[in-house]
């Protein structure tokens, strides 16, 4: 259940924030002082006609019954200075639990803001996971304001008007299901937020430099320079207290000092002043504060406090803030022209924006960059993202006219899901490069589970980016080469290359350099062939490279690339030139400009000049990218072609599978959880009964940080729930019992100690036992196994279960990451799953094309669809159960870890056989 005694900060539309918290007991005389600042007009709209709120009634509205009511407060300042400035609430009706009453009261000031929209989804979010379907409001007719509040909301709206005495009243309900409609309309209020907040970081008139310093050499001297030396379009004002010039600009004590409020204030003084600062700026209405200084949460427990500080005043004034600890921001574009940072490169303007968590290294892209002639459109060190964050700045960069591109460099992700959201509907119109640091392993977890053994770690951030259309570069440098080759051509409409070269061995090269890269290198058709013979030299090559032979002319380039990019069969072009003989570099970069212009469109050309001189500048005015090396060409035009690919399928859909029953399953995971919590022992009906859910749907609820992992019987009825299906099964105390159950089934079975551990490791399995008295006698052999293993406390419970013949053995398994949420991974199972690894892993939630994509991704499909005669297996039935997974753990997200191992992929009709499981269950 969500906790809805959480605070937060909520962003509103003009990208100030206020701070939404329940209202409590203690709010009586802020709720009383709001009261004195509301007009009449207002008042009476909140309650149809007059009322007076006095000290003896305003308990009514801050003393609730939780069990049928709730409200909450969106307040500004902090700590003593905290006023409410408005309230919403929801009260049950009594005779129908399902319905409630809300309404909401915005003091006039603050009316217009989008404060009384996100309180109204707040509570209408408490009322869903209360059990409420519809909330119902009576706004009167003339109430403009609250009326289009609830057409926009977002929800389903119904409505009837009615004449009362001397006036008209609407009556208003909301139902409470979260449509589609909803999240789009929520997501696009986030995004405008986000563009509202940000746009005053990247286009003030006028900027206020704290910190401002006479010696260029200061961080605050130095960005006051660059912003006076970079051409910035508006009005710089440097604050110094001791000084009353700053290089040769009249400077100012403070900001109250300066001619003009700011519209973005950069903070470059000790940490331990910057507070003040920020109070200083709130006060005079200042919202975008960039704070360069360090001595925060970088900086040990007493920095982080001061972080935790600092954003508290930061919230109390509603105001943003980019850093701490940064390098500053940049807008590089003509009309604005601002270095709000500490590095003397500023790039020409161009299409690219650029956001960086390092600043240090945001020193070192700037100046690559500059070399490469790669102009930005706006660049952000966004440090310690005490506030703005990358998802902030991408919801910016997602509809910004003057961006193309946007390139990251990331070390942590702070909400990987909300990442995952914005960048699928970003990438699908602007390419996303990034490069994240921490692949190795050096930091995964100890895990228990294959799947969590396999999925920590740096496999989880693959996953993301692999479903949001994220172009994941190695290095620095592939990420600009990425970016030049997207800055200047188009995506390609395929993966066929076409290869033209003068010397031979670069061209070899460049060929297995795209076959690796995921690209091909396809046999040029005859007419084709037959046209580049008519000018080319009976020496050359005419296959796939076409090798010109050193003699080649600037005229012979032109004209062969001409016939390979109106070639049907070729998708990009890929030209090599070494100089050789006398044929001049710049006359060939000249002729390939030209004959650029000739081609589709839709046809991309690079280049690699492996010449002393460099890219010639022919090019670099032609835009067409060059490379100094064929593989890094061929690596840069790999990834966009799995962009292209990316982008040009459809988002898929998720599944909702048929004949689920999650409440069911959620009252064995609760009961488990509660039992825990008690401190039980994993004995009696947990280890060997069926987990009915008669017998735990009124099981207490657990605390936080529980987890357990389930007993045999409970994780069955778990997947049960939701229609997995098992190989039949029975949990045994005795060797005799076991025995029994052999015969009863009449097949021969598996044995194995029903505790989640890994059987094999222990010697507690035994396949293929076709009698009762094997049976007998395995039970007695894994006891002892145990016994010898210092493992007896596993010896109390045995599964006997029917053996699966035939299918292809699989593994489906769960990992819960505390940053991604959960994981899910499919793949060649068995006991040598880790040591293979040929597995596909993907978060949830998982569309349809997700799902193909991670069996598409398997070195064992074939072993799927048929190999060297062997039937094809039922990809449908595999494809349904990670469907059904993935509604499980999106539905319970107490389920930490899973494995299902083996999977038997039975022929195709047949269906699938889940035979062991695990699972882990943990208070989310």
Known sequence: MVDHGIEHDHVLPDGTTVHVRPIRPDDRERLLAMWERTSERSRRARFLGPFLLTPQNVGRFTDLDPSTQFAVVATLGRGEDERVVAVARYARYEDEPTHAEFAALVEDAEQGRGI??????????????????????EI???????????RDVGLSYRSEREDVGGGSIVRADLGLELSENFLQVVAEDERQAAEAALRRFFHPDRVAVVGASRDRRAIGGLVFDNLLRGGFQGVVYPVNRSSDAVQGVAAYPSLSDCPAVPDLVIVCVPAEHVGDVVDEAGGLGVKAVCIVSAGFSEAGAEGQQRQVDLMARARGHGLRIVGPNCMGLMNAGDEVRMNGTFSRTFPDAGRLAFSSQSGALGLAVLDHAQDLGLGISTFVSVGNKADISGNDLLL??????????????????????????????????????????????????????HTAAISSGDVAVDALFRQTGVIRTDTLEELFDVAALLSSQPLPAGRRVAILTNAGGPGILAADACESNGLEVPTLGDATREELLTFLPAEAGVNNPVDMIASASAEGYGRA??????????DAVLVIFIPAGTTDTGDVATALTEARRDLPADVPVISVFMSARGVPAELAEARIP????????????????RYADWRARPLGAVVTPEGVDPDRARAVVEAALASAAAGGDGSGKRLLGRAHASE??????????????????EAEAVLDAYGVTLARSRVVATASEGADVQ???????????????????????????????????????????????????????FLVQEMVDGGVEMVVGVSSDPSFGPIVMTGMGGTLVELLRDVSVRITPLTDVDVDDMLDQLRMKPLLTGFRGSDPADVGA????????????????????????????LPEGQGVVAVDVRMRVAAP
Do not use: C
């Not at 595999?878 to 992929?905: G, S, T, W, Y």
């Open 116 to 137: 009384g929209t996100a309180l109204v989804r707040r509570i209408a979010h408490a009322a869903l996971e209360a059990g409420v379907e519809t909330l119902t409001g």
């Open 743 to 797: 015969a009863a089934f009449g097949t021969p079975v598996a044995v194995k100690v029903a505790a989640p551990i890994h059987k094999t490791d222990v010697g507690g399995i035994r396949l293929g036992l076709g009698s009762p008295a094997e049976v007998a006698e395995a039970i007695e052999d894994i006891t002892a196994s145990l016994e010898q293993a210092g493992m007896a406390e596993h010896a109390g419970a």
């Open 696 to 713: 735990v749907t009124d099981a207490p609820a657990t605390e936080g940080g529980t987890a357990t992992w389930l007993a045999a019987a």
């Open 396 to 449: 910016y960069w997602e509809r910004d006219p003057d961006t193309d591109v946007v390139l990251l460099y990331l070390e942590s992700f702070g909400n990987p899901r909300k990442f995952s959201r914005i960048a699928r509907r970003i990438s699908r119109e602007k390419p996303i490069v990034a490069v994240k640091s921490g692949r190795t392993s050096a930091g995964v977890r100890a895990a228990s589970s």
């Open 878 to 905: 595999l494809k349904d159960l990670l469907h059904r997974i993935n509604a499980m753990v999106e539905d319970l997200p107490e389920i930490a870890e899973l494995d299902l191992n083996p999977v038997f992929v």
């Open 626 to 641: 060059s490379f100094a090396f064929p593989e890094d060409a061929a690596r840069a035009l790999g990834r966009v072609a």
């Open 140 to 150: 009167l007719a003339d109430n403009a304001r609250m009326l289009n509040l609830v």
């Open 561 to 570: 690339l001409r016939v390979l990019g109106n070639a049907d069969e070729v």
